[in-house]
T-cell receptor, first 114, second 114 residues
Framework: AQSVTQPDIHITVSEGASLELRCNYSYGATPYLFWYVQSPGQGLQLLLKYFSGDTLVQGIKGFEAEFKRSQSSFNLRKPSVHWSDAAEYFCAVGADNQGGKLIFGQGTELSVKP | GAGVSQTPSNKVTEKGKYVELRCDPISGHTALYWYRQSLGQGPEFLIYFQGTGAADDSGLPNDRFFAVRPEGSVSTLKIQRTERGDSAVYLC????????????FGEGSRLTVL
């Protein structure tokens, strides 16, 4: 069965430190991969997506993610975290043969220490 | 409006009652999605519309849940004989190009069944 795992429920980093949020997926087909961010009182916002081609993708707000097929991973990174990055982050997977369905991970809550 | 609008933002109802949740997508977006997010979980797919028709309703949990989009714009999610387990945030999203494009999410309708 298709699934998405975000192993870290909650992560705390200091402002200015680097960040890596982990995402592993289990999918039979060639996946489409997404990272969304959810801030309190706001809707989910797309950070970046991967469909094909270059496995390192750049997104908004200085985020990037790398698709590693051999590890079934799509980890999100940022070199220097800002206090405004504190939010909930969701990894999601879709595929051509899944119609409109995206499968989301359970999320990683990011806290930023001053 | 500029974004996806969902009403009501909060709904409290009693077990057994009927509930309607409304979604007004971004103008011109032909694809519309409903997701359900329980506390501490990622969004769970319910249904996807392309135009007026439901292209994928495989996520609807049972026949108490039904959604319509009669004119290809506004959508209504209908829940009959509500149960306490239906309590969640119901998210609506729209997209210009379908599941491979960016989904724009509303802020959600929080449903509480007493």
């Amino acid at each position: 069965a298709q699934s998405v795992t975000q192993p870290d429920i909650h992560i705390t980093v200091s402002e200015g430190a680097s960040l890596e949020l982990r995402c592993n997926y289990s999918y039979g087909a060639t996946p489409y991969l997404f990272w969304y961010v959810q801030s309190p009182g706001q809707g989910l916002q797309l950070l970046l997506k991967y469909f094909s081609g270059d496995t390192l993708v750049q997104g908004i707000k200085g985020f990037e993610a790398e698709f590693k097929r051999s590890q079934s991973s799509f980890n999100l990174r940022k070199p220097s975290v800002h206090w405004s990055d504190a939010a909930e982050y969701f990894c999601a997977v879709g595929a051509d043969n899944q119609g409109g369905k995206l499968i989301f991970g359970q999320g990683t809550e990011l806290s930023v220490k001053p | 409006g500029a974004g996806v609008s969902q009403t009501p933002s909060n709904k409290v109802t009693e077990k057994g009652k009927y509930v309607e949740l409304r979604c007004d997508p971004i103008s011109g977006h032909t694809a519309l999605y409903w997701y359900r997010q329980s506390l501490g979980q990622g969004p769970e797919f319910l249904i996807y519309f392309q135009g007026t028709g439901a292209a994928d309703d495989s996520g609807l949990p049972n026949d108490r849940f039904f959604a319509v989009r009669p004119e290809g714009s506004v959508s209504t999610l209908k829940i009959q004989r509500t149960e306490r387990g239906d309590s969640a945030v119901y998210l609506c999203a729209s997209s210009l190009t379908g599941p491979t494009g960016e989904l724009f999410f509303g802020e959600g309708s929080r449903l509480t069944v007493l």
